[in-house]
């Protein structure tokens, strides 16, 4: 029998008229500016783009768009902004069409409200996340051989967006209504007569070619777990590490280094001054083909979430970053309903 899990992963994603490209970007309150600064322009070598008098705009070594992380004053931490790229300022106007059709709270931004970024479109998900898509911003030269002045690791590009859940199968479904294809997936078994219903505990959605776009893990939310820059290379993981650790800053690092079973993936977790987490991330795969069909892992599968089968830390379950409502408060949250570490296995990671 074709369980509900099943059948929600089968599910071909939609084709809204809308084209939304990838995860672009991520916008963090931050309380300290010159702490955050320092941790992701000096500890991690990322590149300024611009400075104002509350933000800070950055961008990876090889990414020609202006900026992919902004580091905003505030009184308190919570990730204010998670950015998609459009294909064309037509595909604003169709996603405000789609959104207003669904009663979400929506806000336009004229071009330049951000240094060299175009007009832009805000929206509140229907669990609570606040999303904006954007189709230009200036552009700069690539410094990706630029091997001279490297400094970091270096981080590349940035590639996704994980999103704690606390109903990880309904925020699937809007994922997949926006034109989401799931790569891979994590689920809870069925065993003997159990008559409990299959869950998922885990999803990988994408637009790019790649494992993921957006992430979902179950856990007290909504929340962002974290988000992530490309790394070429596994030893770019481990130079990181190691030049944290020169400079004593050790304690930053939350786990790993180490490889996902789940998407390949060669990774760190890093916990930056106000504790928003950024993972380093390396080796995952292509996924472009039209017949590409979701990896289920079994929530038992010791290797799914760490192929080593290192178990990860509680913090990585039950820490993430507050998400900034349309009031201008922190959005409230709820428990998930289902939660991996209460399932069989001895050993999660």
């Known amino acids: 029998m074709t369980t509900s899990a099943q059948q929600l992963v089968s599910t071909p994603p939609a084709r809204p008229p809308f084209d939304i490209m990838r995860a672009a970007f991520v916008e963090l309150r931050v309380t300290d500016l010159a702490a955050s600064e320092h941790f992701y ?4 070598g990322m590149i300024v783009s611009a400075r104002t008098r509350d933000a800070i705009y950055l961008r990876g070594w090889e990414e020609r768009q202006h900026h992919s992380l902004i580091l905003r004053r505030a009184p ?6 998670l950015g998609f790229r459009v294909r064309t ?3 604003l106007e169709l996603l405000g069409e789609h959104f207003d059709a669904l009663d979400l709270a929506t806000r336009w931004h004229a071009p330049n409200t951000d240094p060299g970024m175009g007009r832009s479109l805000h929206v509140w998900d229907p669990f609570g996340y606040p999303l904006e898509f954007y189709a230009a911003m200036e552009q700069f030269d690539t410094q990706h051989q630029r091997f001279d002045l490297h400094r970091g690791a270096p981080l590349l590009r940035f590639d996704h967006l994980n999103l704690h859940s606390p109903r990880v199968e309904d925020t699937f479904g809007f994922w997949l209504s926006l034109g989401f294809r799931c ?18 505990t ?23 777990h974290h988000f992530a820059y490309w790394i ?23 786990r ?16 930056d001054p106000d504790g928003h987490r950024i993972e380093l991330y390396s080796c995952d795969y292509y996924t472009g083909d039209p017949d590409h069909k979701p990896l289920r892992w079994s929530v038992n599968d010791p290797r799914c979430r760490s192929f080593w089968g290192a178990r990860a830390p509680d913090s990585w379950y039950d820490e993430s970053s507050l998400l900034l409502g349309p009031d201008g408060a922190p959005e409230p949250t709820e428990p998930a309903t289902v939660d991996e570490r209460a399932q069989h296995s001895e050993v999660l990671a």
Request: net charge negative; hydrophobic share 40%.
């Open 183 to 200: 790569s891979e997936y994590i689920s809870t078994d069925r065993v003997g007569g159990d008559p409990s219903p299959e869950r998922i």
């Open 89 to 91: 300022e037509h595909d």
């Open 41 to 44: 322009a000096q500890l991690l």
């Open 202 to 224: 885990g999803a990988w959605l994408l637009r790019k070619p790649t494992v993921h776009d957006v992430a979902l893990t179950a856990g007290t939310g909504p929340r962002l």
């Open 76 to 81: 308190v931490a919570t990730a204010s902004r």
């Open 232 to 254: 070429a290379e596994p030893a770019g993981v481990l130079r990181a590490c190691d030049q944290l650790a020169g400079g004593y800053h050790a304690d930053v690092i939350e």
């Open 256 to 271: 790993g280094p180490g490889r996902h079973g789940v998407s390949n993936a060669f990774f760190v977790y890093l916990r």
